[in-house]
């Protein structure tokens, strides 16, 4: 995916004011509209501009895309930060469809799932506040006792000029037993201020898991890879085994191949119907790092001298 340098294509600088930006559009919109200009890329320059302006007039988008920084160049083969929007707060709850219809795969990566950028209208002096909404990283094993946690959000606000700051803000939060990857929370009144006697609005916290460094999990359904010695997969053998719920004795069947999966019925993600927890197994093999290794795989060569690993494979 190629990244988009908004700024160059508007032909402005990152600290350009929105009075800058919007001027500087409108000058190049009126050049490269395809009802007016001659050129054959005409019609692609100016839906680039488009999209360009579309983030950039935005306060909030235009916050969220300067968190990436000034290094990438126009062009340049780019993946964002999987976490790169988690604990931003952005009013409204999304795009409506067909908005990002003819923008590129770069600003729908950005800006396309779970996060907003449209302001609630105002009706009268009195007035509810707007919606919020935030993406929140929360550890795996959090699922399965539920947990309390203080998180930290950054707040975008503007100025009488334009001029977008970061404010953060600190809040205690209950997630529940059993929450999954992508349920939302709604936190009554903890979204934008009311107008008047107006209700603040609510905050709405969609959940998304830490990388975890020995799970992956999909939907309700967790898996582990198991690291076993030939002679258990052979052999069969009770391991101890590690879950997010705590230490449970598994029994690998004799005759086990590498990858064989095995199932913990309920030991996944907490809930009326839990998941299940699911065993990969690896066979490691011991390293042959002295005479005495190296002898055992050499004997062990001649008593399956008539095992072939390949096969199936023809050769």
Do not use: C
Request: no cysteine; proline share 8%.
């Amino acid at each position: 995916m190629e990244f988009k340098d908004y700024y160059g294509i508007i032909g402005v600088p990152r600290d350009a004011t929105p009075e800058d930006i919007k001027r500087a559009y409108r000058q190049q919109a009126r050049k490269h509209h395809p009802d007016v200009s001659n050129d054959p890329q005409a019609e692609a320059r100016f839906k680039q501009l488009g999209e360009a302006y579309e983030v950039l007039k935005d306060p909030v988008k235009r916050a969220a895309y300067d968190r990436l920084g000034a290094d990438w160049k126009d062009g340049q083969d780019f993946r964002p930060p999987p976490d790169w929007n988690f604990g931003f707060e952005t009013p409204g709850d999304g795009f409506a469809p067909g908005d990002t219809a003819d923008f590129s795969d770069f600003f729908e990566t950005l800006f396309g799932h779970g996060f907003s950028g449209r302001s609630a209208g105002r009706a009268s002096f009195h007035a509810q506040g707007e919606d919020r909404h935030a993406r929140v990283l929360i550890d795996l094993e959090d699922a399965y006792r539920g947990a309390s946690r203080r998180i930290t959000l950054q707040v975008p606000e503007v100025d009488a000029q334009g001029r977008v700051s970061m404010r953060e803000r600190t809040l205690n939060v209950t997630f529940p037993r059993g929450i999954r990857a992508g349920q939302v929370l709604r936190l009554a009144g903890q979204g934008g201020p009311g107008l008047g006697q107006g209700k603040a609005g609510d905050l709405y916290l969609e959940v998304e898991f830490r990388p975890h460094p020995r799970y992956r999990v999909e939907e309700r359904d967790v898996y582990l890879d198991l690291p076993v010695a030939p002679w258990e997969a052979a052999l069969g053998a009770a391991i101890r085994v590690p879950t997010p719920s705590g230490m449970v004795e598994l029994k690998v069947p004799a005759g086990s191949t590498a990858r064989s999966r095995l199932r913990l019925r309920g030991r996944g993600i907490p809930g009326s119907t839990p998941g299940d927890l699911y065993v990969l197994l690896q066979i490691v093999l011991p390293p042959a790092d002295g005479e005495a290794t190296r002898a055992y795989y050499r004997d062990m060569a001649e008593k399956f001298s008539s095992f072939d690993p390949r096969a199936k494979l023809g050769v």
